[in-house]
């Protein structure tokens, strides 16, 4: 598909020049002599790109900006303006313009200003095609659904490809953070580099600094050789840092320079080496407290909070379990090569009542159990075997509720994970999606003794 670009501007030879200009160029082209001509045949045009003089007679550019931002924000604008007048280009900017010309024109710039703004133009469509099709594609499977949150972060995904700042993803475990993550970059510019994912808990303390930025020969008993760091592996993709809210405040210093001046040194290593990759973070604490209590670094915190996106859990976004376990149970059917099944109406109406503490992980999980033991074509209510929601105050005869922590939660959904896989803890991490120290502090922390240790 051809894009097509229209030329806003009162001076004749300004017009015939780009038009001209793009033509050569291979883009479709049209051209109006007002704001006013242009509104009224933007729709039958319907540009990708419209280029606009600020200083026109009648309305004036930044108007047509505003009143295309209005009634098409799908169509970028990039304004013409004055050298002297670089006030209003940034309150083009400002207004939403996606970039700016300054008079006299130079072609060069200008084929790398609109190749720039229609690259990012067509990650973002790129983006929404992905969504609305609940592609698998770029590890986007999770973002299924249309519930008001989600689609403000599909919104907040589309404009970070234009931007390299780091982004914080909060939100419970099991929410799919790391796909975010993973859309984040697959719908950049630099979705041709590496996307390289680092799980902080899953590394045991001492070898995380290693693991992040490599280590020279004899830095340490076992470093028989020179070895590359996943900062290094990153190339100028990105790296993403999973629980960030549990590292140590020693490992945060040494990640808090790496943001500041893009360097890092390799464990035992003397030359400082540079960094161009992006950092994602994303954590299921909530880092405010961890910064008053002293456990997580205030300068840090904000360096990486740059942007931040919060997940909203799956019992949050009920509307959106349906289509989701549709997607998962397709998913996990063609996984165990279980051809033509499908969920009941009893499973579905269980399915949404069930509160979700493992939001879209436990979903995924729960369903490809249900595919793989299912013994007909519909999976039942009885298949899926979840547990009915914590009573609400009104629904009870006093009106008193019992009252849930997250804590008990956690507590409860958790055992439940270890009596079903026969108290191993192996695969109770691999249902739970979580690594064996993190399980093992779980445990800690609420008192659960496993005294049976079958198949481990």
Not at 100 to 117: A, G, M, N, S
Not at 313 to 330: K, S, V
Request: glycine share 6%; proline share 4%.
């Amino acid at each position: 598909m051809t894009d097509r670009i229209m030329v806003v501007d009162d001076d004749r030879s300004i017009r015939e020049t780009l038009e001209s200009h793009f033509r050569d160029s291979g883009y479709e082209v049209s051209v109006a002599a007002s704001a006013e001509e242009a509104l009224s045949r933007v729709a039958a045009v319907d540009p990708s790109l419209v280029i606009t003089d600020v200083r026109m007679g009648g309305m004036d550019g930044l108007s047509l900006l505003a009143k295309l931002r209005e009634h098409r924000p799908e169509t970028d604008v990039i304004v013409i303006t004055a050298f002297e007048d670089m006030r209003t280009a940034i309150e083009a900017m400002k207004a939403g313009a996606m970039d700016y010309l300054v008079k006299p024109l130079d072609l060069d710039h200008i084929d790398l200003t609109v190749e720039r703004c229609l690259r990012d133009q067509r990650s973002r469509r790129r983006l929404a095609m992905l969504a609305e099709s609940e592609a698998e594609s770029y590890g986007l499977s999770d973002l299924v659904g249309r519930d008001e949150k989600m689609i403000a972060i599909y919104k907040t995904i589309g404009t970070l490809t234009r931007s390299r700042a780091p982004v914080l993803i909060r939100g419970e475990t099991g929410t799919g953070k790391e796909v975010i993550a993973r859309a984040i970059h697959f719908n950049s510019p630099q979705a041709d580099e590496p996307f390289v994912a680092v799980n902080c808990t899953a590394v045991p303390e001492q070898l995380l600094e290693s693991e992040l930025f490599g280590h020279v020969r004899g830095s340490f008993t076992g470093a028989t050789n020179d070895r590359k760091g996943r900062f290094e592996l990153a190339g100028e993709g990105t790296i993403f840092l999973d629980e960030i809210g549990d590292t140590s405040p020693a490992f945060q210093a040494k990640l808090l320079r790496v943001l500041q001046e893009r360097e890092f040194h390799p464990v035992g290593g003397e030359r400082a080496r540079r960094t161009e990759a992006r950092i994602l973070a994303a954590t299921h604490r909530p880092l405010e407290h961890l910064v008053a209590s002293g456990q997580f670094r205030e300068d840090l915190y904000f360096r990486l909070r740059v942007v931040e996106i919060v997940v909203p859990p799956l019992r949050e976004r009920r509307g959106d379990i349906a289509p989701l376990a549709n997607h998962l149970m397709t998913k996990a059917a063609r996984e165990l090569h279980r051809d033509h099944i499908r969920l009941g109406p009893d499973a579905l109406r269980a399915l949404e009542a069930h509160d979700w503490p493992g939001n879209v992980r436990e979903l995924e999980n729960t369903l490809m159990r249900a595919v793989a033991l299912a013994t007909s074509s519909t999976i039942s209510a009885a298949d899926v075997n979840v547990s009915t929601p914590a009573v609400r105050p009104e629904e009870t005869p006093g009106g008193e509720a019992e009252q849930r922590t997250l804590d008990d939660v956690e507590r409860a959904h958790v055992e439940r994970v270890l009596r079903e896989c026969g108290w191993n803890k192996r695969q109770a991490c691999r249902a739970l999606g979580i690594s064996r120290p993190r399980l093992d502090r779980i445990l800690e922390r609420h008192g659960i003794v496993v005294t049976q240790r079958r198949g481990e």
